[in-house]
Structures are given as C-alpha cells and as structure tokens.
C-alpha cells in the first residue's frame, strides 16, 4: 500500500510546486499593477480609489477564476494517469508527451489569464469609468500602467516556464517506469522536438536583456518627482527599479544555465557508464529541446553496441567452451571435466555471493583450468599405470604452462582476470601445492574455488585405473581436507548446499549439460 501512494506523492509534489511559483508571480503582478494603481502621482478622491480597488478586485478574481479553469484543464490528462486505470500503451505516451509540452501549456496558462483576466478588465472597466467621468486619470498613465502590467507578465511567464521544465522531470521518469511495468515498454520521444533551442534561447535573452531597461524606462515616465513618497528620492527609486530589474534577469539566466548544463551533464554521466564497461545505462529522455534527440540518438547507438556487445559475449562464450572442449576430448575418460568444474565454481562462486561479473571471470577461469595439459604429451596424460617421478613433474608443470598459453591471447588485458585462477587452482591451504607453494588466503580466490570444484569431479569421475568414489564419500574428503588442502569456507559452502538441497537433482543437470 505504501508503495502504490509514491506516484501519487510524485504527482502531488508537481502540483504543490506549479501552485506555489504560481502564487509567486500572480502576487508579484498584482502588488506592481495595484500599486501602480492605487498609489497614483494624482490627486484622487476617496471614492475614486474606491473604484479603482473595486475594478482591481474584479480583475483578480476574473484572473483567478480564468487560471483556475484553465489550470485543471491542462493538468487533467496527467491527473488520469495518475489517479485512473492506464489501459493502454499508447495512453501513457500521449500523457508522455502531453507533459513534455506542459512548459509550453504554463506560457499560455499565464499568458492568457494575465492578460484577458486581470490587465484588459482592469485597463478597460479603467478607461470607462475616466470615459464617465468617475476618474480623473490621464490616459497615457493608463498605456504606462498596461505597459508595465505586460513586462511583469513577461517575467513571470519567463520563470514560470524554467521551473515548470524542472518540475515535470519526475513525473517523466514516474510514467516512463508505470510504462514499462505494465507494458514492457518505455516511453521515448523519439527525438521529436516541441520547443526548440533556438526560440527559447532567442526569448530568454530579448526578456533578460530588455526588462531591465524598459522597467527603468517607464518609472522614468511615470514622473516620479511628483510622487507622494516622503524622504524616498526618485534616485533611491531609481535604484529599487534597476534592482529588481537585474534580479529578474539574474534568476532568469540562473534557470536558463541550469536547463542547458542539465541535459549535458546527464548525457556526460551515462558516456562516463559506458566508458568503464556498465553497458546497461540509457539516458533519460527528460528534454524537449533538440537535447531529446541528442539521448535519442544516445541510446539508440548503445542499443546497437548492446547487441553487438551480446554478439561478442557469446562468441567469447562458445570460444572458452571450445578450448575446453577440445583439452577434455584428448581423454575419453574425462570428457565433460572442465565444463562440470566450471559449473561446480559458479555454484560456489554465487554462494559466497561474488558479483556477476566475478562469476562469469570465475567460469571462464575454470573452463581452461586444465588448458595446460595440451602440452603434456599422450603417453603421459593418457598413462593407465602409476606415473614415474619425472612423469609427474611434467603433470605438476600444467598450471604454469597454461599460463603461458593463455598470456599470448592478445589483448592482454583480455585474459588477465583469468590468469591467477589457472596457476594456482592445484595450490592447498596448507601452502605444500604447486607451483608457487602458497599459502591460505595468499592462494588468488579464483584458484581456491576451482580447486575445491577440480577436486570433487576428479573423485566422483571414473578413472581408467580406478572407478569413481560416490559422492558422500568425496563429500567427507573435502570436509577432512578443510583448512589443510582446501579452503575451509569454500568448502563449507559447497558440502552444505549439497547436503541440503538435494545433491543428485543438482548434478544430474549439469551431466546433462556436458558434451
């Protein structure tokens, strides 16, 4: 239950926001067009202010009442999505791009009720009553106050439009998750482009630029020296003015700034995923801009390095299972040996909760443990009989010789990961194994685990010279050989999931599984 009410808070949270910058800049308006109104550098009688806060509460209430409508008309499909049953695909990407136009949608929601619901009633029930002769207004002061009233809507809008562009970003990321979970797609634009750069630049620079100076303009023509403002001089209005002006223009180039480093940004953090290997990253498609179709073009590149990187990955698979294949059909009797230890190391390796990445070093590791022995002459490998001394010194010589065979893969890099696990896998615990005599947790961990693994399927494989033990049996072996052969916590691991979960089911699939 309380994961169902998180969309919901998403959701929630994006209203409160839109309300709250809302709030900011209808307040803004109407405190400088009612002031403007109500503080004039006239003479007014008592009724005649009267009118004037009279006609500005129409107005506001006109401007409420039209935003209002307006509002929850435009939120209303993302409201749906969020509250009702989705029951298609293609719902949630017409709600996807509604959303990405609802920057554009908040311009016309604040243009429109500014202008139609609060200056043109206010100019026009203004200009009726001077017409009647109830206001003593000069006309031109009625232009300037119309004037000013548009530039203050032109900065809001501004605002409005930067912090509703950050706003909706994770109501994008909510629907594209809803998406995916309920249909197995995610939503994209697709590189479509609602708002280009290049008008939102143009717009933003010309209302930056040009506030300033045509605010400081119209106080100039509203003639402040006549003004009512006690020990206030029309300097100290002069730099009020020139404040708030800049202050605009500096919040305004803050949020442009922020809109353009954002998608650029996140586009350098998902490169810098790809650069160390994490294959499995998108960028999200959170920009209406021309930035959509750079992640666009993104993520369809990595898609088609994905599938040439799978192409990769099972070329390299079948390559390790081939080398294997061929070292294990050089001896009948232990054909399937380096596929089973491989599956017996990935068994151990996930139980003692190594990283897939880990694992799959681990089985390529395993696979070619016994590479080596392809430089081990027949008569010695295949020797039904007790090998001499000398015989067993060239046998002992495989983990190095593996090495050496594997270290001429090019890259290097390739196989180095690798590399210990093949030297040290007939290394013991006790440090008296082969070839570099190590001693416990000095033996690389590729090399302990696959030497638990090797032996196990050694004891349980027949051999010419003698028959294979049963597997309880070489289960105690490893148990008596903890601490001294073996390495005590991989050997705990593998004999207890034996034990418990049913050895013979396990190990009937992975026969079935060998060559």
Request: glycine residues 8%.
């Given at each position: 239950m309380e994961g169902m009410n998180i969309p919901l808070t998403i959701y929630k949270t994006f209203v409160s926001r839109l309300l709250f910058m809302y709030a900011i800049g209808t307040v803004l308006a109407i405190a400088t067009?009612?002031?403007?109104?109500?503080?004039?550098?006239?003479?007014?009688?008592?009724?005649?202010?009267?009118?004037?806060?009279?006609?500005?509460?129409?107005?506001?209430?006109?401007?409420?009442?039209?935003?209002?409508?307006?509002?929850?008309?435009?939120?209303?499909?993302?409201?749906?999505?969020?509250?009702?049953?989705?029951?298609?695909?293609?719902?949630?990407?017409?709600?996807?791009?509604?959303?990405?136009?609802?920057?554009?949608?908040?311009?016309?929601?604040?243009?429109?009720?500014?202008?139609?619901?609060?200056?043109?009633?206010?100019?026009?029930?203004?200009?009726?009553?001077?017409?009647?002769?109830?206001?003593?207004?000069?006309?031109?002061?009625?232009?300037?106050?119309?004037?000013?009233?548009?530039?203050?809507v032109g900065m809001h809008t501004l605002i409005e439009f930067y912090s509703t562009y950050y706003f909706i970003r994770p109501v994008l990321l909510e629907l594209s998750a809803r998406s995916y979970a309920q249909f197995g797609k995610e939503l994209s634009l697709g590189g479509r482009v609602f708002f280009p750069l290049k008008r939102k630049l143009r717009w933003s620079f010309f209302l930056m630029g040009a506030f300033p100076l045509l605010l400081y303009s119209l106080s100039v023509?509203?003639?402040?020296?006549?003004?009512?403002?006690?020990?206030?001089?029309?300097?100290?209005?002069?730099?009020?003015?020139?404040?708030?002006?800049?202050?605009?223009?500096?919040?305004?180039?803050?949020?442009?700034?922020?809109?353009?480093?954002?998608?650029?940004?996140?586009?350098?953090?998902?490169?810098?995923?790809?650069?160390?290997?994490?294959?499995?990253?998108?960028?999200?498609?959170?920009?209406s801009d021309e930035f959509s179709r750079l992640v666009w073009g993104f993520n369809h590149m990595l898609r088609g390095i994905n599938v040439q990187h799978a192409r990769n990955n099972q070329l390299v698979e079948s390559y390790f299972a081939t080398l294997a294949a061929a070292l294990d059909a050089r001896d009948p009797y232990t054909a399937g040996h380096s596929l089973r230890v491989a599956d017996y190391a990935v068994l151990i390796g996930r139980l003692a909760k190594l990283s897939e990445e880990e694992i799959n070093e681990l089985r390529k590791s395993a696979l070619l443990h016994?590479?080596?022995?392809?430089?081990?002459?027949?008569?010695?490998?295949?020797?039904?009989?007790?090998?001499?001394?000398?015989?067993?010194?060239?046998?002992?010589?495989?983990?190095?010789?593996?090495?050496?065979?594997?270290?001429?893969?090019?890259?290097?890099?390739?196989?180095?990961?690798?590399?210990?696990?093949?030297r040290s896998h007939h290394e013991r615990y006790d440090g008296r194994g082969y070839p570099d005599a190590l001693k416990g947790e000095d033996i690389p961990l590729f090399g302990r685990i696959i030497a638990v693994a090797d032996a196990f399927d050694a004891m349980t494989s027949d051999r010419p010279y003698r028959a294979g033990l049963d597997r309880q049996t070489a289960l105690n072996i490893l148990e008596e050989g903890r601490g001294t052969q073996w390495d005590p916590y991989f050997v705990a691991l593998f004999v207890e999931r034996m034990r418990r979960d049913g050895f013979d089911e396990y190990t009937s699939d992975i026969r079935r599984t060998s060559p």
């Open positions: 067009v009612g002031g403007l109104m109500i503080f004039m550098p006239f003479s007014l009688e008592r009724q005649e202010r009267q009118i004037i806060i009279g006609i500005l509460a129409i107005s506001t209430c006109s401007m409420l009442i039209l935003e209002w409508l307006v509002f929850r008309l435009q939120l209303r499909p993302i409201r749906v999505a969020f509250y009702e049953e989705v029951e298609s695909y293609q719902t949630y990407q017409n709600v996807y791009y509604r959303t990405h136009r609802f920057p554009e949608l908040a311009v016309k929601r604040i243009i429109g009720p500014h202008l139609f619901g609060l200056m043109l009633p206010m100019v026009g029930l203004t200009v009726l009553f001077i017409h009647l002769g109830r206001l003593s207004i000069p006309y031109y002061y009625i232009v300037l106050v119309f004037v000013t009233g548009v530039l203050i023509q509203f003639g402040v020296e006549g003004w009512d403002l006690g020990r206030v001089t029309s300097w100290y209005w002069a730099i009020g003015v020139l404040t708030v002006g800049l202050g605009f223009s500096f919040i305004g180039s803050r949020l442009l700034t922020r809109e353009i480093v954002m998608p650029i940004q996140h586009l350098y953090e998902r490169m810098s995923d790809v650069q160390i290997g994490y294959m499995h990253t998108s960028a999200s498609d959170l920009f016994d590479i080596g022995k392809i430089g081990i002459r027949d008569s010695v490998l295949l020797k039904e009989g007790k090998l001499t001394d000398e015989e067993w010194e060239q046998v002992k010589d495989h983990p190095v010789l593996g090495e050496t065979i594997l270290r001429q893969v090019e890259p290097a890099s390739f196989m180095a990961l690798i590399l210990p696990g093949v």
